[in-house]
T-cell receptor, first 113, second 109 residues
Framework: DTAVSQTPKYLVTQMGNDKSIKCEQNLGHDTMYWYKQDSKKFLKIMFSYNNKELIINETVPNRFSPKSPDKAHLNLHINSLELGDSAVYFCASSQEGLGETQYFGPGTRLLVL | QKEVEQNSGPLSVPEGAIASLNCTYSDRGSQSFFWYRQYSGKSPELIMSIYSNGDKEDGRFTAQLNKASQYVSLLIRDSQPSDSATYLC?????????FGAGTILRVKS
């Protein structure tokens, strides 16, 4: 069974479009994260939710809006996509947040044309 | 600004040698450090976590932490070609991890 899953795996879209990425974890964890990994492989946290509550909101354009309908799901909606949004987006989860192992999903490779 | 710095490499070692990966961090506030391995096109996976000064060993891997020098390292003994990957160092700050840019390791057979 996949612990942390993301859909879609690949996403190719035009500038200006709106798209969503979905994440689900079946580990029973309380905390979920969104990370962005750019072309230089630099992995940076964007958002974190603990039990559906937003606890980390880094300096991210407000075109990015996370939503957690329940503690097993964390979605990311991106409005008005820009070329610079092209990256790999990873979802992760952990039991209680920092200090606990974070388990990463397979990533969503977003290409904005 | 909390920063974690790593030499991007690539670090090349022969099969069977010890690979030494290093990481420094700028903020003494971090109490926890992590090493993740990421194969090309895959997601990061945790190798080691370390919270106190000294060494922590797990199989062929040893993590070392020196809080006075703000320095974390990962030693991989008996390096194998399958160890070739990018190794990400991360420091824990509050509720989040701050990652370094990663070091590419190449183990040549």
């Amino acid at each position: 069974d996949t612990a942390v899953s993301q859909t879609p795996k690949y996403l190719v879209t035009q500038m200006g479009n709106d798209k969503s990425i979905k994440c689900e974890q079946n580990l029973g964890h309380d905390t979920m994260y969104w990370y962005k990994q750019d072309s230089k492989k630099f992995l940076k946290i964007m958002f974190s939710y603990n039990n559906k509550e937003l606890i980390i909101n880094e300096t991210v354009p407000n075109r990015f809006s996370p939503k957690s309908p329940d503690k097993a799901h964390l979605n990311l909606h991106i409005n008005s996509l820009e070329l610079g949004d092209s990256a790999v987006y990873f979802c992760a989860s952990s039991q209680e947040g920092l200090g606990e192992t974070q388990y990463f999903g397979p990533g969503t490779r977003l290409l904005v044309l | 600004q909390k920063e974690v710095e790593q030499n991007s490499g690539p670090l090349s070692v022969p099969e069977g040698a010890i690979a030494s990966l290093n990481c420094t961090y700028s903020d003494r506030g971090s109490q926890s450090f992590f090493w993740y391995r990421q194969y090309s096109g895959k997601s990061p996976e945790l190798i080691m976590s370390i919270y106190s000064n000294g060494d922590k060993e797990d199989g062929r891997f040893t993590a070392q932490l020196n809080k006075a020098s703000q320095y974390v390292s990962l030693l991989i003994r008996d390096s194998q070609p399958s160890d070739s990957a990018t190794y990400l160092c991360a420091g824990g700050y509050g509720n989040k991890l701050v990652f370094g840019a990663g070091t590419i390791l190449r183990v040549k057979s």
